[in-house]
């Protein structure tokens, strides 16, 4: 994982040490001494994540946090406020200004780059959809990622999982004025009232006597209903290394025993924003969007997509220096089950092919239909040879599934050639990119079909 990281601090020996730190994890770091220099490098874009201090002169660190937060353009990049502050009314102060943690000094290594590495992973799926958002300008949607959706007048609705029946009526009480909240004493019920309750949260406590609470944490973040949903673990004191797995496994935050009313209602109400931001961002996409970039047959992303995603995808690998691979594929002899089948039986398969390459790549993956029974896949962050190992994958799910065809229930082989090419070091095009797969796929067909040919150069 590789993320620009902004580190502000107006002391360079501070700096210099995070700064260490985050350059042995191989992450790129930038720096800035003061509030306004710190605004303004993130205004200026590629900034994953803020390391931001407190005291500062002029400007302290909450100030720089408010404003960030206030401000559409860079409200959605996380900020963990860092210091030598530790009474809870000072990190309440910070989460208040919308900031998504605070770590006081000294800042143990390995807890600093857990967090690090967790929230960049939930900006990497902000980014995306303000990107495919903002790759739709042309067809009228140029405000939307200026809106502001952070909406704090609805009660969120949150799921606390808590076997302790003091515990749960202190956190009741707790959140009585700011929550509807629903409990359960039973972590194998809680999964299920999870995936099947629309929740903005869900708070996980670790004190359960015969149960690990991260395999709780590891079940919701594998189910694609609650994949996003915030989770809260609520811990004691000593667990440092169950919350750093924590954070590893994908939960948002975490809180310490005994609990403060403030600091919990805090934290709750970040993580609530996030997701509230994420969703109206996610639907306000595809409520604009689905009919003028979307396949009407297929649910895929069209050509007309991708001709203006792949470009911004490509620049944004090539300036961070990160790997992107595309995947050409091509449906074997289509025109023989047209011409047996009829149309109709011919675009029950290109549906069926378009449902399992879906299932086999992910969320950040941008798959379309190029036209006719050509399909294109640009995974970004991802090389040659994990790519490859994706072609081989679809390709063979194909070749050994049957599809089915007609009312009657008949089946027919179905086999997909596969051609794949990535971002060269060095001077590289979308052009030729696309190029280097589509003569991987002429070589993957004419050497026989049902194959997959990767192009190096």
Same mark, same amino acid.
């Given at each position: 994982? @590789?993320?620009?990281? =902004?580190?502000?601090?107006?002391?360079?020996?501070? %700096?210099?040490?995070?700064?260490?730190?985050?350059?042995?994890?191989?992450?790129?770091?930038? $720096?800035?001494?003061?509030?306004?220099?710190?605004?303004? @490098?993130?205004?200026?874009?590629?900034?994953?994540?803020? !390391?931001?201090?407190?005291?500062?002169?002029?400007?302290?660190?909450?100030?720089?946090?408010?404003?960030?937060?206030?401000?559409?353009? @860079?409200?959605?990049?996380? %900020? *963990?406020?860092?210091?030598?502050?530790?009474?809870?009314?000072?990190?309440?102060?910070? !989460?208040?200004? &919308?900031?998504?943690?605070?770590?006081?000094?000294? %800042?143990?290594?390995?807890?600093?780059? $857990?967090r690090v590495k967790s929230l960049v992973r939930l900006k990497s799926l902000t980014d995306e959809l303000r990107l495919r958002a903002s790759t739709t300008r042309n067809i009228g949607i140029e405000e939307l990622l200026s809106r502001n959706f952070a909406s704090a007048e609805t009660t969120p609705k949150v799921l606390l999982i808590d076997e302790r029946k003091s515990s749960v009526e202190r956190i009741q009480k707790m959140l009585r004025d700011s929550a509807d909240l629903d409990v359960t004493s039973d972590p194998h019920a809680g999964f299920f009232q999870a995936a099947e309750t629309p929740y903005e949260c869900?708070?996980?406590?670790?004190?359960?006597?015969?149960?690990?609470?991260?395999?709780?944490?590891?079940?919701?973040?594998?189910?694609?209903?609650?994949?996003?949903?915030?989770?809260? +673990?609520?811990?004691?004191? &000593?667990?440092?290394?169950?919350?750093?797995? &924590? =954070?590893?496994? &994908?939960?948002?935050?975490? =809180?310490?025993?005994?609990?403060?009313?403030?600091?919990? @209602?805090?934290? =709750?109400?970040?993580?609530?924003?996030?997701?509230?931001?994420?969703?109206?961002?996610?639907?306000?996409?595809?409520?604009?969007?689905?009919?003028? *970039?979307?396949?009407?047959?297929?649910?895929?992303?069209?050509?007309?997509?991708?001709?203006?995603? +792949?470009?911004?995808?490509?620049?944004?690998?090539?300036?961070?220096?990160?790997?992107?691979?595309?995947?050409?594929?091509?449906?074997?002899?289509?025109?023989?089950?047209?011409?047996?089948?009829?149309?109709?039986?011919?675009?029950?398969?290109?549906?069926?092919?378009?449902?399992?390459?879906?299932?086999?790549?992910?969320?950040?993956? !941008?798959?379309?239909?190029?036209?006719?029974?050509?399909?294109? %896949?640009?995974?970004?962050?991802?090389?040659?040879?994990?790519?490859?190992?994706?072609?081989?994958?679809?390709?063979?799910?194909?070749?050994?599934?049957?599809?089915?065809?007609?009312?009657?229930?008949?089946?027919?082989?179905?086999?997909?050639?596969?051609?794949?090419?990535?971002? !060269?070091?060095?001077?590289?095009?979308?052009?030729?990119?696309?190029?280097?797969?589509?003569?991987?796929?002429?070589?993957?067909?004419?050497?026989?079909?049902?194959?997959?040919?990767?192009?190096?150069?």
């Amino acid at each position: 994982m @590789t993320a620009r990281i =902004l580190v502000v601090d107006d002391i360079p020996a501070n %700096v210099r040490l995070l700064e260490v730190r985050l350059l042995a994890e191989y992450f790129e770091v930038l $720096t800035a001494s003061n509030g306004p220099d710190a605004i303004e @490098t993130c205004e200026n874009g590629k900034v994953d994540v803020v !390391l931001l201090d407190v005291m500062m002169p002029d400007m302290d660190g909450f100030e720089v946090c408010r404003r960030l937060k206030s401000d559409p353009a @860079t409200s959605h990049i996380p %900020v *963990v406020m860092i210091t030598a502050l530790d009474q809870v009314s000072d990190r309440v102060r910070g !989460l208040q200004a &919308g900031a998504d943690d605070f770590l006081t000094k000294p %800042v143990n290594d390995l807890q600093l780059m $857990t967090r690090v590495k967790s929230l960049v992973r939930l900006k990497s799926l902000t980014d995306e959809l303000r990107l495919r958002a903002s790759t739709t300008r042309n067809i009228g949607i140029e405000e939307l990622l200026s809106r502001n959706f952070a909406s704090a007048e609805t009660t969120p609705k949150v799921l606390l999982i808590d076997e302790r029946k003091s515990s749960v009526e202190r956190i009741q009480k707790m959140l009585r004025d700011s929550a509807d909240l629903d409990v359960t004493s039973d972590p194998h019920a809680g999964f299920f009232q999870a995936a099947e309750t629309p929740y903005e949260c869900v708070m996980i406590s670790t004190a359960f006597a015969d149960f690990d609470p991260l395999r709780l944490c590891s079940q919701l973040r594998s189910l694609d209903r609650t994949r996003f949903l915030p989770i809260i +673990l609520l811990a004691e004191e &000593g667990e440092e290394e169950r919350i750093i797995r &924590g =954070l590893e496994l &994908g939960i948002n935050d975490y =809180l310490m025993r005994p609990i403060d009313q403030q600091e919990l @209602t805090a934290r =709750l109400r970040t993580q609530v924003r996030r997701k509230r931001y994420n969703d109206q961002l996610r639907a306000s996409v595809t409520q604009t969007i689905e009919m003028a *970039v979307t396949d009407g047959l297929t649910g895929l992303h069209n050509r007309r997509y991708l001709d203006s995603h +792949l470009q911004t995808l490509f620049d944004r690998a090539v300036a961070r220096r990160r790997p992107l691979s595309v995947m050409i594929t091509d449906l074997d002899r289509f025109k023989s089950i047209n011409d047996v089948h009829g149309h109709d039986g011919g675009d029950e398969v290109l549906r069926e092919f378009a449902r399992r390459l879906r299932k086999n790549v992910r969320g950040i993956d !941008l798959a379309c239909r190029f036209g006719g029974e050509e399909f294109v %896949v640009v995974m970004p962050d991802t090389d040659g040879l994990v790519a490859e190992k994706v072609a081989e994958r679809i390709r063979a799910e194909i070749a050994q599934q049957p599809f089915a065809v007609g009312s009657d229930g008949k089946t027919i082989e179905v086999t997909v050639s596969v051609g794949v090419s990535s971002v !060269l070091k060095g001077v590289d095009t979308v052009a030729a990119l696309m190029k280097r797969a589509d003569l991987a796929l002429y070589e993957a067909k004419s050497g026989g079909r049902n194959r997959v040919v990767a192009k190096a150069a």
